[in-house]
Structures are given as C-alpha cells and as structure tokens.
Nanobody
Framework: VQLQASGGGLVQLGGSLRLSCAAS????????TSWYRQAPGKERELVAS???????NYVDSVKGRFTISRDNAKNTVYLQMNSLKPEDTAVYYC??????????????????WGQGTLVTVSS
C-alpha cells in the first residue's frame, strides 16, 4: 500500500491548511489512520488519529484547531489545520493501519507511512 501525502506549504500565523493522504495499492481495508509531525530537533509526535468508525483523538496542543477526517470510500484521510502557529511548523506524516486477507483467508495486518509534507508557519 502506498500513501501519498499532500497539502503542505508556507502559511502565515493564523492561517489554514488542509493535508490529504491517499492510500492506494492492493485491495485492503483501512483501519485506524493518524497524522504525526516532526519538528527540527524534536521527536516525532502523534498529532491526531481517527478510527474506522470515526472516533478521534488529538494531542492537547492542537485541540480545537485541527480536525482529522477520513473518506473510507476513497481511502483518504485529511487533516484540516486552522489558526496555525509557528510551533506547528514540522514535517507531517500520515500513517495508516490496514489489513487484507491472504490466499489462506488469513488477515495480514500492517502499517504504512506517507512520505511527509512540510508545513511552515511564519510569524
């Protein structure tokens, strides 16, 4: 499964961006999906996640500003980012937990990562 992330860019303080992550490849079912970010000199952190049923979780620093959503029919996950701050500057990565059934009808569970998209917020 390949993940293609897009939507990053340069935005001013208080601006908005919408990230997208489209999954493609063999037939699979997309389970939990997440967005992570990694700022320069910092460890990667989980920003938001959404289950297949739509339950969401956010890191405290983005609550009320970011919204994660998904379109199961399109195998795509989104991250709407509003009221952006300079501290949101980072490379954002999408992550998809998925599964498919092999020739023995056994579930194969895996995680795929997108290539990362840079978000820069200027003050």
């Amino acid at each position: 499964v390949q993940l293609q992330a897009s939507g990053g860019g340069l935005v001013q303080l208080g601006g908005s961006l919408r990230l997208s992550c489209a999954a493609s490849g063999r037939t699979f079912s997309m389970d939990a999906t997440s967005w992570y970010r990694q700022a320069p000199g910092k460890e990667r952190e989980l920003v938001a996640s959404i289950s297949r049923g739509g339950s969401t979780n956010y890191v405290d620093s983005v609550k009320g500003r970011f919204t994660i959503s998904r379109d199961n029919a399109k195998n795509t996950v989104y991250l709407q980012m509003n009221s952006l701050k300079p501290e949101d500057t980072a490379v954002y990565y999408c992550s998809v937990d998925a599964h498919y059934y092999n020739d023995h009808d056994e579930p194969v569970v895996f995680r795929s990562w997108g290539q990362g998209t840079l978000v820069t917020v200027s003050s």
